[in-house]
């Protein structure tokens, strides 16, 4: 009887953590665009599947990807109902993602400005060719309060022009 209770008292569990490094380390890691600390970091997970991974660090290109976290043969069903209720020791599920992060390209300022300028100059003509002429008639738009203020002097009908809403 004792064998019994021992048995169903100390039955063990399966612990799964996941750590993320990064070379160079340091970089803030996000896991289902969660933040879980800089690299290299550890957490600890529930379930498997495809995972969204990104890191980012300055003066390096962000680094975005997929990665499945497949079952191990423990955790296919019913072997699980064994494995996690009457298996009488702990196991651990231990998963390692490494990341080569790649640096980001160094852009002279003269470069930077001279693409925005190109960008500029295809921006406007193309406005001025999309564009098709408008017209704008004034009309005045009458201010009325509804209560006078206290702090000031109460505000007169004054018409103020502004574009008409239907031209």
Known sequence: MIALVF??????CIRKRMTVRSNPPGAM??????????TPVSTSFTYYGTRNFELVRDG?????FLRKIGLPWYAIPPLDFFSETLWPFEMRDE????????PAPVVSTEALIE?????????????????????TTLVPIV???TAPNAFA???SNVPILGPALNP
Do not use: F, H, M, W
């Open 60 to 64: 390096y290109r962000p680094e975005r």
């Open 95 to 102: 998963r390692i993602i490494d990341v080569q992060l790649t």
């Open 7 to 12: 048995c169903v008292v100390l039955t063990g």
């Open 143 to 145: 201010i009325q309060p």
């Open 153 to 155: 002097q109460p505000i």
């Open 115 to 135: 693409g925005g300028e190109q960008l500029r100059l295809q921006s406007s003509q193309g406005i001025a060719s999309s564009v098709p002429p408008t017209r």
């Open 29 to 38: 890691a996000y896991i289902d665009k969660q933040p879980i600390g800089l």
